[in-house]
T-cell receptor
Framework: DAKTTQPPSMDCAEGRAANLPCNHSTISGNEYVYWYRQIHSQGPQYIIH???NNETNEMASLIITEDRKSSTLILPHATLRDTAVYYCIVAIGGATNKLIFGTGTLLAVQP | GAGVSQTPSNKVTEKGKYVELRCDPISGHTALYWYRQSLGQGPEFLIY????????DSGLPNDRFFAVRPEGSVSTLKIQRTERGDSAVYLC???????????FGPGTRLTVL
C-alpha cells in the first residue's frame, strides 16, 4: 500500500502557483519524498525529491515540514502543459528503491 | 537514444498466447525496473534489475511472468499463457546507482482479447 495521502484532484488557473499537498505521517528517517508526474498517455516523469530540507529545481519547489510528516510540491507558474497526475512517493534513496505509487492528484490547469 | 525506449508500443494478443515486451534503458543506467499500470491506477512495481541480476522480483504476480536482462542493458518481460486480466500498460524505467530518480519509457499497451 502507498504510504502517502493526496487529494484526488485540484484545479489551478494558468499562470498561478499550484500547491499540491501530500501527507506521509509514517515516513521513516531514511526515506526520501519523491514527486513524479504523468501526463496523459505518457510514462511518469521525475520532478524532484528531498529528505528534510526544502529543494528547488527548474521544474518545481518541494517544501517538507520540519516533522517530515507532510510536504507540498509547488509549481510556481502553472501552464496548461502542467495538467497531469502528480504522485507523491516515499522511498529509501538510491537505485534500490522500488516506487510504490498511489493514485495521485489530478491537477487540471485552467486557461 | 536519449531516453528509455519500449517496443512494441501496442500489442494485441489472444488469451493463452505468449508475449515478449522489450525495454532499452538509457545508456549507462545499471538499474532497470518494470511496472504495470491498469486504467485509473498508479503504476505497480513488478521487478528490479541491478546489472544482469533480478535484485527484487517481489512484484511479479505469478509464475507466468518472467523477465531477463542477460547483458545488463536491454530487458525483456515475458508473459506466458496470457489472461484478459494481464491487459495493462507495461512501463520500464532505468536509473543510475546513486540518487535513483527513475526515468520512464512511454510504455507498451498490452491488450489480451
Amino acid at each position: 500500500d502507498a504510504k502517502t495521502t493526496q487529494p484526488p484532484s485540484m484545479d489551478c488557473a494558468e499562470g498561478r502557483a499550484a500547491n499540491l499537498p501530500c501527507n506521509h505521517s509514517t515516513i521513516s528517517g531514511n526515506e526520501y519524498v519523491y514527486w513524479y508526474r504523468q501526463i496523459h498517455s505518457q510514462g511518469p516523469q521525475y520532478i524532484i525529491h528531498g529528505l528534510k530540507n526544502n529543494e528547488t529545481n527548474e521544474m518545481a519547489s518541494l517544501i517538507i515540514t520540519e516533522d517530515r510528516k507532510s510536504s507540498t510540491l509547488i509549481l510556481p507558474h502553472a501552464t496548461l502543459r502542467d495538467t497531469a497526475v502528480y504522485y507523491c512517493i516515499v522511498a529509501i534513496g538510491g537505485a534500490t528503491n522500488k516506487l510504490i505509487f498511489g493514485t495521485g492528484t489530478l491537477l487540471a490547469v485552467q486557461p | 537514444g536519449a531516453g528509455v525506449s519500449q517496443t512494441p508500443s501496442n500489442k494485441v494478443t489472444e488469451k493463452g498466447k505468449y508475449v515478449e515486451l522489450r525495454c532499452d534503458p538509457i545508456s549507462g543506467h545499471t538499474a532497470l525496473y518494470w511496472y504495470r499500470q491498469s486504467l485509473g491506477q498508479g503504476p505497480e512495481f513488478l521487478i528490479y534489475f541491478q546489472g544482469t541480476g533480478a535484485a527484487d522480483d517481489s512484484g511479479l504476480p505469478n509464475d507466468r511472468f518472467f523477465a531477463v536482462r542477460p547483458e545488463g542493458s536491454v530487458s525483456t518481460l515475458k508473459i506466458q499463457r496470457t489472461e484478459r486480466g494481464d491487459s495493462a500498460v507495461y512501463l520500464c524505467a532505468s536509473s543510475l546507482p546513486v540518487l535513483g530518480s527513475q526515468f520512464f519509457g512511454p510504455g507498451t499497451r498490452l491488450t489480451v482479447l
